[in-house]
């Protein structure tokens, strides 16, 4: 009565194909699938009777709507060995067998489903590279463009290299289809890994933005990005180039940024 095509994740299961349940998502914890997708190779889950077997018999989709007795899922297995998923048939009424035939059938199914998640992977890969492609020979082209009728005094020189920072910076966002994009000069970028007392252990990220004037507060008043804790105010950082048009203006460009940005 009901057939499913189920991705799981930490906490949900997602439910990208569906046919007579009505329902899109479901927790984890409650659900056939979170314990198909546990097997070490794609062998299907099959439970004959969900009320004679001890981990379903108290489940609440089997206690109630759906009332499910019967289910067979065979897991979404990738080809680096990951199981995202399963491909299950689910009845209210509970099953004296599930034949090998049935088991196979299921496996197959399964198998084909992966692979046309992988090719639509490799496919959106695939574009991706070629928009990254053109963005950077149309990137190339406009530099030139502006290398050559640029004159050689400072102030045009300066005012090139805006240029050059902004279409950088518009040519990210448009390629990645992002919401923003900015352009930073980092020093002395690195990853420090920290050791706490507790024995926890953080990865803390470091930079010396392109003019930040030296702090006369503290020697450890450095711009960190830390993994686990919540994210401060930064020191100013200077903006070479935007994809905004108004809150990242020359003028604004020494303003204090977010770790979020």
């Known amino acids: 009565k009901i057939v499913l095509i189920s991705l799981v994740d930490e906490k949900e299961n997602w439910n990208k194909v569906e046919i007579g349940l009505g329902s899109t998502t ?7 699938c979170g314990h198909s997708i546990l097997a070490k190779n794609d062998e299907p889950l ?3 009777d969900s009320k004679q077997d001890w981990r379903f018999a108290q489940n609440p989709y089997v206690v109630g709507p759906p009332y499910i007795r019967f289910y067979a899922g065979a897991p979404l297995r990738t080809t680096e060995g990951f199981n995202v998923g399963s491909l299950c048939v689910i009845d209210t009424q509970p099953r004296s067998e599930f034949p090998p035939r049935s088991r196979m059938a299921l496996k197959e199914f399964a198998a084909i489903v992966v ?5 639509w992977r490799d496919k959106t890969r695939l574009k991706a590279r070629d928009r990254i492609q053109t963005s950077m020979e149309k990137f190339t082209r406009e530099c030139l463009e502006l290398d050559n009728s640029a004159d050689a005094n400072a102030a045009t020189a300066q005012a090139k290299m805006d240029r050059v920072y902004e279409r950088a910076s518009k040519l990210v966002q448009k390629t990645l289809e992002a919401d923003g994009a900015m352009v930073l000069d980092l020093a002395s970028f690195e990853a420090v890994e920290q050791t706490h007392e507790d024995g926890s252990v953080t990865t803390e990220f470091q930079a010396d933005p392109f003019g930040l004037e030296p702090s006369d ?12 804790a919540s994210f401060p105010k930064l020191p100013p950082w200077t903006i070479l180039g935007s994809s905004e048009t ?9 303003r204090v940024g977010t770790a979020s940005e």
């Open 46 to 48: 099959v439970v004959l």
């Open 115 to 119: 692979r046309e998640m992988e090719l």
């Open 246 to 254: 108004t809150e990242f203006l020359p003028a604004n460009r020494n």
């Open 217 to 228: 507060e503290s020697e450890d008043d450095v711009a960190v990005l830390d993994r686990k």
């Open 26 to 32: 479901m927790p984890r914890g409650n659900t056939f």
